[in-house]
């Protein structure tokens, strides 16, 4: 009865902000703190890109970093720095070049999340795709989410 799935993210981005989405989804609520179990290597890209780039708070963040069962660990962190944290470091939202042609070849049956409907709360970040425009690809969203006020209300309550 507590378990479900998010079953459209592409690549790491979205798996962080759509299964955000997925748990206001599935509870009615957004979460009050995250808890990201992963490979070792890849948690500076998760703890500070994407936890940056959704504007979550640092001390509601946590990464639990696991380390593969198999030879290769160089190889794996220098394919992470080249191929995830370099591209992220880059385009926050993963929306350009490099990143949206990933997320492309990963969705050949043009599937489409739900959570504009379900979360419309943060519609406006899932959205969000800042070019020259808006002063570069590395672009913060500064548009308002839910959870700077559930953070708010923790801090005045605690």
């Not at 955000?20 to 509870?27: D, H, L, P, S, V």
């Not at 570069?136 to 959870?147: M, N, R, S, V, Y």
Request: hydrophobic content about 30%.
């Amino acid at each position: 009865m507590r378990t479900t799935t998010e079953n459209y993210a592409m690549d790491s981005y979205q798996n962080l902000l759509f299964s955000i989405a997925r748990f206001q989804e599935f509870t009615g609520h957004f979460p009050t703190k995250i808890t990201i179990v992963g490979y070792e290597f890849k948690r500076q890209r998760f703890t500070e890109l994407h936890r940056k780039a959704i504007k979550w708070p640092r001390n509601k963040f946590y990464y639990v970093g696991v380390d593969p069962n198999h030879d290769g660990g160089t190889n794996a962190i220098e394919g992470e720095k080249k191929n995830g944290y370099l591209p992220y470091s880059l385009d926050l939202y993963g929306c350009h070049s490099l990143l949206i042609n990933k997320r492309r070849s990963r969705n050949p049956f043009a599937r489409y999340h739900p959570y504009h409907t379900s979360s419309p709360e943060i519609a406006s970040l899932l959205d969000w795709c800042p070019g020259d425009a808006e002063g570069g690809e590395d672009t913060l969203f500064e548009g308002d989410l839910p959870w700077a006020k559930i953070q708010k209300t923790i801090s005045r309550d605690t």
